[in-house]
């Protein structure tokens, strides 16, 4: 029969690293329903946009 292990504690010690919980995502927390609804509102405002005139008159 094996002999018993000593109980033993495990220390987690505080990183002086600094926090590298940050957000992955390259969006972070940008609400896309605001930027849409504020898409939205500023086609209703104006709907028919000013286009660039593509003729040089060649």
């Known amino acids: 029969m094996r002999a018993q292990s000593k109980p ?3 220390e987690i010690k505080t990183s002086r ?3 590298r919980s940050q957000p992955k ?4 927390n940008l609400d896309l329903t ?3 609804e504020d898409v939205a509102e500023d ?3 104006n709907p028919n946009p000013v286009s ?4 040089n008159g060649r």
């Open 8 to 10: 033993f504690i495990v």
């Open 17 to 19: 690293r600094p926090d």
């Open 25 to 28: 995502s390259i969006w972070g």
């Open 34 to 36: 605001a930027v849409a």
């Open 43 to 45: 086609n209703q405002v």
């Open 52 to 55: 660039a005139d593509t003729t």
